[in-house]
Every structure is written in structure tokens, then in C-alpha cells.
């Protein structure tokens, strides 16, 4: 083998590597990076990966963010709508403290799983709140949202839906 072919080859198994490590990389958004999103909840631990098969919401929210409480109404019609058709919503608290999440969620009437992360390095946080990742049943991102807006609403609906 000549002096210009083993380059060749060597720059190929390189450029194989880097594509395979890009592939198992978990990066955020990213089916594997996902599926390792848990939150606690008072009836236990709710990982995202374990809801393969469904349709998944996961909403990144905090108690002291006004557009995440404008949010929530509208996620928890959209939950109470779809449920039974394979929609799961997974909220994820970005708030410090785990004493002002509870009283949240009761407050905001939430009845989907929601709780601060278990790990917080694994949560895959956003640069900003709200933020809205939605999942096919693959545990593929199909639909992401940083912010809010009635129009967002709409938009989320028709993804759900489509996704359905």
C-alpha cells in the first residue's frame, strides 16, 4: 500500500470515528440525551426513556417564571385531551429549591408527572424558559419551543396531534 493510500485510509477511519462518536454522543435533543431525562415525583421516579412507545412532552419550567406559569394551563388541557390517545407530558423544575415545587404544582392543578430532575447534568437544561421538547414514539425530537405565546399553544397542539 502506497504512502497516498494509507492516508486515505487513515483519514477515512478517522472521519468514521468522529461520526460514530458523533451518533452515541448524548447531545441535547438527541434521542439518547432524552431518554435519561428523570424527574422526582411524590409517587416516584419518572424517566423519559421509559415512555418509549408514547408521544412525550417534556416541559423545562420554574416556579418564579411568568411565562411558564402563562404555559401550563395550556399543557395540562392538551395532557388532559390526549392521554388516553399515547401523549405523556414530563415536567421538568429548574427551580433550586425543592420546597417551592410541590406547592406549585398543586397550585397550577398539574396532574401530569412533574418534578425537579434527578440529575441535574443529565436534564439536559434549556438556555431559557420555557421550553418545550416534544418527542415521537421513537423518543425522537420532532418540535421544540424556547418561550411563549398563545400561538405557541396552537402550534403545540398541532404537532401533538400530528404526532398522534
Do not use: H
Not at 468514521?16 to 411524590?42: F, H, L, Y
Not at 392538551?78 to 415545587?101: E, K
Not at 396532574?111 to 425522537?140: C, F, H, I, Q, W
Amino acid at each position: 500500500m502506497g504512502r497516498k493510500a494509507a492516508i486515505v485510509l487513515l483519514a477515512l477511519l478517522a472521519a468514521a470515528w468522529v461520526s460514530a462518536e458523533m451518533m452515541t454522543r448524548t447531545s441535547r435533543g438527541g434521542p439518547t440525551a432524552m431518554a435519561d431525562v428523570a424527574i422526582r415525583t411524590p409517587d416516584g421516579t419518572v424517566r423519559v426513556g421509559d415512555l418509549r412507545g408514547k408521544v412525550v412532552l417534556v416541559d423545562y419550567w420554574a416556579t418564579w417564571c411568568p411565562p411558564c406559569r402563562a404555559s401550563i394551563p395550556g399543557i395540562e388541557a392538551l395532557y388532559q385531551r390526549y392521554r388516553d390517545r399515547g401523549f405523556a407530558v414530563v415536567g421538568v423544575s429548574m427551580d433550586d429549591s425543592p420546597n417551592v415545587v410541590p406547592p406549585f404544582i398543586q397550585e397550577m392543578g398539574m396532574t401530569y408527572p412533574a418534578g425537579l430532575p434527578v440529575d441535574r447534568e443529565k436534564a439536559n437544561a434549556p438556555p431559557s424558559l420555557p421550553t418545550m421538547v416534544l418527542l415521537n414514539r421513537d423518543g425522537e425530537e420532532i418540535w421544540r419551543q424556547e418561550g411563549f405565546a398563545e400561538s405557541v399553544e396552537q402550534e403545540l397542539r398541532r404537532q401533538v396531534e400530528q404526532a398522534l
